[in-house]
């Protein structure tokens, strides 16, 4: 699972493997901006980040 979030005062993605391992990267760029460039990664890379959930992996 990916997510995209604002939360703690900073952009930043959220990822989750099958078995609930987390990791956060911060994205570098103003609020409007993150979430233009979060809209986009999702809509061209949707597929990929949904294999490698399923294969146990971070999307």
């Known amino acids: 699972m990916i997510r995209y979030d604002c939360a703690h005062g900073y952009a930043h993605v959220d990822r989750y493997n099958i078995h609930g391992q987390a990791r956060k990267d911060e994205i570098a760029l103003e609020f409007a901006e993150a979430l233009t460039a979060a809209e986009e990664d999702l809509e ?11 294969e146990g992996r971070f999307p």
């Open 44 to 54: 061209q890379r949707w597929k990929v980040y949904r294999e490698r959930f399923l």
